[in-house]
């Protein structure tokens, strides 16, 4: 069974940093590119980031480029989100999920807020 | 950018009834249009991909149709457990993107 399990969110003061981590089981976490989506309370959603299987690319949306990054380390099946000068409108769930977009897990909320 | 736009924006129906929401593309996408569906407090679950290929385990009542810019997504014979959001995403094109979402109301 595909699982994904987020962690990290929390309480952020504006400019401060966070990051979140996915663990990921049940299928080959190595073989997937891997994406971060996030959900603003009572919002739609948006997606955030991508990164390849090796992780050589990376992608992101505008509003976090330069602030975020991606990364991944398939020996661990983990997958991770650095989130750096943080706004209040970063607030939101943030989702990992295996590309296309197949699987995601629970969720972790960030806030931002002082 | 590519901006999706789904219509309608709410929608109350009636149990066994037929729905059916759009999802317009701003260019063309080809086929790389996916359906979620997302219930209060649960993170979004596939529907469909890539237009119209079904999902194992998705009831058989969601279907979807359309390439290039226009796209459906069919419920038939509506069930109360169906009270959902719904929403397309475009993987067609970076930065992939997300219509604003259409709610649905089950009377």
């Known amino acids: 069974e595909v699982q994904l399990v987020e962690s990290g969110g929390g309480l952020v003061q504006p400019g401060g940093s966070l990051r979140l981590s996915c663990a990921a089981s049940g299928f080959t976490f190595s073989s997937y590119w891997m994406s971060w989506v996030r959900q603003a309370p009572g919002k739609g959603l948006e997606w955030v980031a991508n990164i390849k299987q090796d992780g050589s690319e990376k992608y992101y949306v505008d509003s976090v480029k330069g602030r975020f990054t991606i990364s991944r380390d398939n020996a661990k099946n983990s997958l991770y989100l650095q989130m750096n000068s943080l706004r209040a409108e970063d607030t939101a769930v943030y989702y990992c999920a295996r590309a296309p977009r197949d699987y995601w897990g629970q969720g972790t909320l960030v806030t931002v807020s002082s | 950018e590519i901006v999706l736009t789904q219509s309608p924006d709410f929608q109350s129906v009636t149990p066994k009834e037929k729905v059916t929401i759009t999802c317009r593309a701003s260019?063309?996408?080809?086929?790389?249009l996916h359906w979620y569906q997302q219930k209060p407090d649960q993170s979004p679950k596939l529907l469909i991909k890539?237009?119209?290929q079904s999902i194992s385990g998705v009831p058989s009542r969601f279907s979807g149709s359309g390439s290039g810019t226009d796209f459906t997504l069919t419920i038939n014979s509506l069930e109360a457990e169906d009270a959902a959001a719904y929403y397309c995403?475009?993987?067609?094109?970076?930065?992939?993107?997300f219509g604003q979402g259409t709610k649905l109301e089950i009377k």
């Open positions: 890539y237009a119209s």
């Open positions: 995403h475009q993987s067609g094109s970076l930065p992939y993107t």
């Open positions: 260019q063309s996408i080809g086929s790389s």
